[in-house]
């Protein structure tokens, strides 16, 4: 309890019986008066509520300023409780602010049972509950969700004929909402408007919160534009738009997406997060929305956040959705200048589109062709995707055919390019074309890499003679380099094949590194494997 308020209310001139006697200097007209001076004027002071000769104005005066102040609810509960208790101790009566002002206290706790039980006390103390008390009653509940609390109190304003404000309707909104109740928030929304109060932009923004986690984006849209053409400043809350456009996203509502985004972050400048953004990135991309890929890649940038590869690659999917690989190649290149090379994952939406289709793949590298000729400068990761798809198609002669047309592009191969063309010997177990590729690799300078001796080991168990497995296994330990379970598990499954005794060894050492054997492995040695 605020013991300067008790202090001034105990020590006032009532509790002494009397007025208090002027004996100090006051100062009024710019003039000093002693004691001897005939006429005294008391100071002024501005009166609160009640009138002051009322001992419990000062009491809710200290309730109204403990309700105001920003401490934590349940501080301020136990300081409102102790002057509660003050005034029962100087068996005063309390009236309705006092009342309103424990509920409030008991509500901003959320201890909704005390909340109620004061309502009845107050209703059994003859204290009439107005709109405003009906209106903390409906409030309170919103913490706990309690529907049938609110329910049992809308229907006793309405026995008692207490309208329903604007700010009524709101905490009902707004607790169907936290209850997840979206059917029953419609209909009261519906009813709030039958009975001729306008919903606020709160109760919008409350009932769109509430599609938000239900993930109702049909719903979220329609409550946005009716709030639209109510008239209400949709504009002073934006961020209306920006949950509107997080439910669409998560609905893959192109249309909904691309409205809000234009509203919330064209016309409003709000700044999305990141996750937000990807999340709208992934939409475009799958929609084939170019346009809205690039904007919001911008907007990335705008706010901060540097390039990543996975910013790309949804711009290059949604340039493939309209089937226009030559922009989905270009983005390779806007990549490598931002400062970002491509990797061979960053070209899986081509690669992907590309999908063994023999011809789709040929068109693919005439659009290189095309390009080159353009004066334009062929990425070299827009290459090895073409390489990688006839791989893909498991067409070796293309896949040598492509390789050998890098000169003429302007590119120069790099591992992964090798690498692709590793892939191919391996769909088509060309085990001498493989060791050619690598013997062109090492003439050009280029390192193996863990990829490379992963396909060279994959490549050799291929054969019928897997002895160069072991020593593409050996050479990749000499370089400090642990093998992959993948190559574990595919040469434990080629000596299992071939009852090789090694295959115990093999599982001794995966173990060696941490990998864990599981059943399945061990029971190839029992088991007709196949290759």
């Avoid at 103390?125 to 913490?143: A, R, V």
């Avoid at 400048?269 to 990141?274: C, G, H, M």
Wanted: include cysteine; hydrophobic fraction near 35%.
């Amino acid at each position: 309890m605020n013991r300067l308020v008790l202090a001034k209310v105990l020590t006032s001139p009532l509790r002494q019986g009397g007025a208090k006697q002027w004996t100090s200097k006051v100062r009024f007209n710019s003039t000093v008066a002693s004691e001897s001076t005939s006429v005294e004027k008391p100071v002024k002071k501005m009166v609160k509520y009640m009138h002051p000769t009322a001992p419990l104005s000062s009491f809710n005066a200290a309730l109204t300023s403990q309700l105001r102040t920003r401490g934590a609810p349940k501080r301020v509960l136990e300081n409102v409780l102790k002057i509660v208790q003050e005034i029962k101790r100087q068996n005063l009566r309390m009236d309705l602010n006092s009342y309103n002002a424990l509920l409030s206290a008991y509500g901003r706790a959320k201890e909704t049972r005390s909340v109620m039980s004061t309502f009845e006390e107050m209703k059994q103390n003859d204290i009439e509950p107005t709109q405003d008390t009906y209106n903390i009653l409906l409030e309170s509940f919103i913490g706990s969700a309690d529907v049938r609390g609110q329910t049992r109190v809308k229907n006793e304003m309405k026995e008692k004929k207490i309208p329903l404000t604007s700010q009524s309707y709101y905490y009902i909104l707004h607790c169907l909402c936290r209850a997840d109740e979206l059917e029953y928030a419609l209909d009261t929304l519906d009813e709030m408007k039958q009975t001729g109060v306008q919903p606020n932009l709160h109760s919008y923004a409350i009932m769109i919160g509430g599609c938000l986690r239900l993930c109702d984006s049909e719903t979220a849209f329609d409550l946005l534009k009716e709030a639209e053409s109510s008239g209400l400043a949709v504009e002073s809350s934006p961020r209306v738009y920006m949950d509107v456009m997080r439910v669409g996203a998560t609905n893959d509502k192109l249309d909904i997406v691309s409205y809000c985004w234009d509203k919330a972050v064209g016309k409003y400048s709000l700044r999305p997060d990141e996750g937000t953004c990807l999340n709208v990135l992934r939409v475009a991309a799958k929609m084939g929305d170019a346009k809205l890929a690039t904007d919001v890649i911008r907007q990335l940038s705008t706010s901060g956040y540097p390039y990543k590869e996975h910013y790309f690659t949804p711009l290059m999917e949604a340039f493939t959705v309209k089937n226009d690989l030559k922009n989905a190649f270009n983005v390779l290149d806007i990549m490598r200048v931002s400062g970002i090379p491509p990797s061979m994952r960053a070209t899986l939406p081509i690669r992907k589109h590309l999908d063994r289709d023999v011809e789709a793949i040929d068109q693919a590298y005439y659009l290189l062709e095309e390009m080159r000729k353009e004066g334009k400068t062929v990425d070299i990761s827009a290459f090895n995707v073409v390489v990688g798809a006839c791989a893909d198609a498991k067409d070796v002669e293309r896949t040598i055919a492509t390789y050998r047309e890098a000169s003429n592009l302007g590119v120069v191969p790099n591992v992964d390019t090798y690498n692709a063309v590793l892939e191919a010997c391996i769909q088509t177990r060309m085990k001498d074309m493989g060791v050619v590729v690598v013997d062109e690799m090492k003439k050009a300078g280029i390192n193996p890499n863990l990829d490379t001796y992963s396909k060279m080991i994959s490549l050799a168990c291929t054969q019928r003679s897997y002895e160069d497995a072991f020593t593409y296994l050996e050479e990749m330990k000499s370089y400090d380099i642990v093998p992959p379970e993948s190559c574990y598990a595919r040469l434990a499954n080629k000596l299992a094949y071939e009852k090789d005794p090694r295959f115990h060894m093999v599982l001794e050492e995966m173990e060696t590194f941490g990998y864990k054997v599981t059943p399945r492995i061990r029971r190839m040695w029992n088991t007709e494997s196949t290759f």
